[in-house]
């Protein structure tokens, strides 16, 4: 039997905070082509080949995404044609549309904010090809949850406080556990240990040698997110090359933009915070390509998340080091997996699976079964069934007169159910019915209160802050309308969970804190020494009483 265990919450870490794409390898085939490069060619073909079976394994969570690539002059016009045809050829049947022209004019039709020029060049037109995007950490706790019900036994809040080794001292055998939520300790014995804890891998690995060369070079990537009018519904802008040689992306998420990223070199830490600079960054990137100023104050949240790439020691910066993974036992019992990307995760579970197997000459009753097991709710799904769910969905409300009658549930929630829990939202509608709880928890969102108690049953939600950034994604979306929700979120969980006073107040104090890690036009300013000391920060509206 496989038990998992996770320090703080499924995706609290880089796993929430991605670029939202299934990355097809596109990328990598420039490197392959221009370098000889072999073994970026390899990751174009393991990308589309993981690409494929995840949106097949999640339909619910995932899905195809154009993106549109501005050229000003004909040079990138030829170029990225070509490139991307030939990259349609490659991709072969894993291929999720073919890639196309578009003129200025097309161009500029399909999104609105695309600048015709750029300083002193004009828009020759656009090259559009497409990719995969996902919502990453409902997709992670989909996994947990798949898991269980699989036979995995999984908990969160569960952190590794040390290695249990043989009599012998020679092999690792078991982990000391502490549950982080009662305080209380337990030995949990295997015949493998896997340590997949991402840009955290090396202390893992420094409790069973202390000695042992640190593997991970983390790299910080942050994001942020804009109103949705700037960029259409169905269709992403790449900016090809930044002025320092980057890639940044501006995308429809969730009924908002995205847009990121950054890549520089970070320490660890559990709760990284994105810089002044590189929010300005990513602002002054994209601005290069709309016919709209996008402004500071129109962010409405940012964040970082620390890639834990393998290091090479010869590179000189992040960006050039591979995203591919590595997977090694560096000590007996003790397997380490990290680098890697969303994309390949399911590859990199079965190759640290498989290092697992030889490791403690395991004997498994079967081979690699995930190649197509769906993503719990994701069995039977289909895009339209958001239209059954409204149908079926009745919600009471009272008239002007008083009178109790019948609603019903608009399009904008039955899509987002639909998409965030699949074939299982007609469990949540079911909650909102029976149990009262079918208001919004913030005005502009179609995130209901049901969800929290649903998530709390269900899904492993032991906090306000689990709940508001990954279930919901209300904090990546807009960090004030989550401040506003936290306080009816902590309300429902505590009556599922029985929270005393003193615990609500403790989630009121973390769920603050962790919003003001999220730096919306708000609380721009940081202390953070890089802004000549200025400190401007306007609290979150919610009170907490005695």
């Not at 519904?233 to 090809?240: A, C, Q, R, T, Y």
């Not at 197997?357 to 690699?368: Q, T, V, Y």
Request: glycine share 8%.
């Amino acid at each position: 039997r496989v038990g998992l265990v996770e320090r703080e919450d499924f995706s609290s870490g880089t796993s929430s905070r991605s670029t939202k794409l299934i990355h097809g390898g596109v990328r990598y085939l420039e490197k392959a082509v221009f370098n000889l490069d072999y073994g970026q060619l390899k990751l174009v073909f393991h990308a589309l080949k993981e690409r494929k079976q995840v949106i097949e394994n999640a339909p619910h969570l995932c899905h195809a995404l154009p993106c549109m690539t501005p050229c000003f002059n004909w040079f990138e016009v030829v170029y990225y044609w070509f490139g991307l045809k030939f990259y349609d050829i490659v991709a072969g049947k894993r291929l999720l549309h073919l890639s196309r022209y578009y003129s200025v004019e097309e161009s500029v039709a399909l999104f609105p904010t695309l600048a015709r020029n750029d300083g002193d060049r004009s828009l020759r037109g656009t090259v559009v090809y497409y990719d995969g995007q996902m919502n990453d950490s409902r997709l992670n706790v989909g996994l947990a949850c798949t898991s269980a019900v699989v036979g995995a036994a999984v908990l969160n809040y569960a952190e590794v406080v040390s290695l249990i080794k043989d009599e012998s001292g020679e092999r690792v055998i078991g982990a000391r556990i502490r549950d982080t939520l009662s305080g209380k300790e337990f030995d949990a014995f295997a015949k493998v240990v896997v340590n997949a804890s991402g840009a955290f891998c090396d202390s893992v690995r420094k409790m069973a040698n202390n000695d042992v060369v640190p593997m991970i070079a983390p790299s910080s990537g942050v994001h942020i997110v804009l109103p949705d009018y700037y960029s259409p519904e169905g269709m992403g802008l790449i900016v090809p090359k930044t002025k320092d040689g980057r890639v940044v992306f501006m995308l429809p998420w969730l009924g908002r933009t995205v847009a990121g990223t950054t890549d520089s070199s970070t320490a660890i830490t559990m709760l990284p915070e994105p810089h002044e600079d590189e929010i300005q960054f990513i602002l002054d990137a994209i601005c290069d390509y709309l016919n709209v100023q996008v402004r500071r104050s129109d962010v409405l949240s940012a964040w970082s998340g620390i890639r834990p790439l393998a290091m090479d020691p010869s590179a000189k910066n992040t960006e050039s080091i591979s995203r591919d993974h590595v997977v090694f036992e560096d000590y007996p019992g003790l397997i380490t997996i990290t680098g890697g990307k969303w994309t390949t995760y399911r590859s990199m579970a079965e190759d640290a699976v498989n290092a697992a197997i030889r490791s403690g000459n395991l004997k498994p009753a079967n081979g690699c079964v995930t190649d197509h097991l769906h993503i719990v709710g994701a069995y039977g799904w289909d895009p339209a069934s958001f239209t059954v769910l409204a149908q079926n969905y009745k919600r009471m409300k009272k008239t002007y007169g008083g009178k109790v009658i019948p609603g019903a549930m608009d399009s904008a929630v039955s899509k987002h159910l639909s998409h965030a829990y699949g074939t299982l939202a007609e469990r949540v509608a079911a909650i909102a019915q029976n149990e009262g709880l079918g208001k919004r928890l913030a005005h502009g969102y179609p995130f209901l209160e049901a969800e929290v108690a649903y998530c709390a049953r269900h899904e492993y939600c032991e906090s306000a802050v689990d709940f508001v950034a990954r279930r919901c994604r209300l904090a990546f979306l807009d960090t004030d309308a989550a401040g506003r929700a936290l306080p009816r979120i902590i309300e429902i969980l505590a009556s599922e969970h029985k929270w005393d006073k003193a615990r609500r107040k403790l989630e009121q104090q973390k769920g603050i804190e962790f919003l003001e890690t999220f730096k919306s036009s708000k609380n721009a300013q940081f202390r953070d020494g890089k802004h000549n000391g200025e400190f401007l920060f306007n609290t979150f509206p919610f009170h907490t009483s005695d």
